[in-house]
């Protein structure tokens, strides 16, 4: 089963990217999707060893328990690594730099494929989790 506590998180964080990209809000959109994606990836392995995950340590330790546990096909994998990769890299964007994405014509013709990707991972892993629980080895 996932963390239902970073599930929860997650799925939050996912509304509120879709209610923010509603409204033109591009920079606060890409920045609680990408949170959804991390809340998503926690729920799934559970706390970090020691202090809290990194962005770059998580996508990693989540990537070897779905790996190891067979939740997803490896192609998948490593296109959910490429893709947080981008999407980190888009929030930092968003979050950090002058830069508005919202006159950004890339951003808003890119972002619902972002949203779609984020809530179809959702989707499959609270399906294949339905009655397992992911957190153990």
């Given at each position: 089963m996932l963390n239902k506590n970073y599930?929860?998180?997650a799925e939050r964080r996912l509304?509120?990217?879709k209610f923010a990209f509603e409204k033109g809000y591009?920079?606060?959109a890409v920045s609680n999707c990408y949170y959804a994606l991390f809340n998503l990836m926690q729920a799934?392995?559970?706390?970090?060893?020691?202090?809290?995950?990194?962005?770059g340590?998580?996508?990693k330790a989540f990537t070897k328990v779905v790996f190891q546990?067979?939740?997803l096909p490896k192609e998948k994998i490593k296109g959910i690594v490429d893709f947080s990769d981008r999407?980190?890299?888009l929030r930092k964007e968003a979050d950090y730099q002058e830069k508005i994405l919202e006159g950004s014509e890339k951003a808003k013709t890119n972002f619902p494929v972002y949203l779609s990707i984020v809530e179809n991972l959702l989707n499959s892993l609270k399906?294949?989790?339905n009655g397992n629980d992911l957190n153990k080895s």
């Amino acid at each position: 089963m996932l963390n239902k506590n970073y599930l929860l998180k997650a799925e939050r964080r996912l509304e509120t990217a879709k209610f923010a990209f509603e409204k033109g809000y591009v920079c606060s959109a890409v920045s609680n999707c990408y949170y959804a994606l991390f809340n998503l990836m926690q729920a799934v392995v559970g706390e970090a060893p020691e202090g809290s995950w990194t962005h770059g340590g998580l996508p990693k330790a989540f990537t070897k328990v779905v790996f190891q546990k067979g939740l997803l096909p490896k192609e998948k994998i490593k296109g959910i690594v490429d893709f947080s990769d981008r999407l980190y890299a888009l929030r930092k964007e968003a979050d950090y730099q002058e830069k508005i994405l919202e006159g950004s014509e890339k951003a808003k013709t890119n972002f619902p494929v972002y949203l779609s990707i984020v809530e179809n991972l959702l989707n499959s892993l609270k399906e294949i989790s339905n009655g397992n629980d992911l957190n153990k080895s």
